[in-house]
């Protein structure tokens, strides 16, 4: 079928919903033999917890269960940021047009009606898919665009320390080492400008709350420019 996975593509995985045991046997059966990966739960608080150990691509969702049915499972799935993406087939009875509204009211996707004609539930659930590999596509590439731009960031951030006081990093790392070995002949002077360039380059840092990303430069500017130990060895001019 048109939105059924390849034989080359990853198995969509079908969360089947329903407290009737041969609706279910009959379900797996015919969408395994389609390809798809399936799995099941008797009743909607059995789903929510079935979802939150393994991640299904869709839901068949019925309406009509014990212990929670297929409308507030529905509603508790869209009202978490972890599951609401999932889309929901919801199957109900073919007389309730009460429970259709309150189902895609609750955020399901799509409906069918019982007795369903196997036929067109697929028709459906392909659909329904199509949407969903639509999905992955976009959040793939939002995720790349995100890299990207955190790349971007860094190399921005990368060039403002380099620039930071008119110097590049390692000159004033460098000129601090060399204060380091004089001991006390550095000025006051010479000092003020490396704690300027310092601050200066650990702002910019936390301003972009990257400071992670530059832990090794951070923590050997803090290390090199103890300014504090500096200005105690420092001998009067």
Do not use: C, W
Not at 40 to 55: D, L, P, Q, W, Y
Not at 147 to 152: A, G, M, Q, V
Request: charged fraction near 30%.
């Amino acid at each position: 079928m048109a939105g059924s996975p390849s034989s080359t593509e990853k198995p969509y995985v079908v969360l089947i919903v329903d407290d009737d045991d041969e609706v279910r046997e009959l379900l797996r059966v015919e969408l395994e033999l389609e390809g798809y990966t399936t799995i099941t739960a008797g009743n909607g608080a059995e789903a929510i917890s079935t979802i939150h150990r393994i991640s299904p691509d869709v839901i068949l969702m019925d309406v009509l269960m014990p212990k929670m049915n297929g409308i507030e499972a529905t509603e508790i799935i869209k009202q978490d940021e972890v599951t609401k993406h999932i889309p929901i087939l919801m199957i109900t009875v073919v007389d309730n047009q009460e429970d259709i509204i309150k189902g895609l009211e609750a955020g399901a996707t799509d409906y069918i009606t019982k007795p369903f004609f196997l036929p067109e539930l697929k028709a459906r659930l392909n659909a329904i898919i199509r949407y969903k590999r639509l999905y992955d596509e976009i959040k793939s590439m939002q995720k790349q665009l995100l890299k990207n731009e955190r790349i971007n960031t860094i190399k921005e951030l990368t060039s403002i320390i380099q620039e930071s006081n008119d110097n590049r990093l390692t000159v004033i790392l460098s000129k601090v080492d060399l204060i380091r070995r004089k001991k006390g002949k550095a000025t006051e002077e010479d000092l003020y400008s490396i704690e300027r360039a310092a601050n200066k380059v650990k702002n910019t840092i936390n301003k972009l709350k990257v400071l992670d990303l530059f832990s090794p430069v951070a923590s050997n500017v803090d290390h090199i420019l103890n300014l504090d130990i500096l200005k105690t060895e420092n001998e009067p001019r």
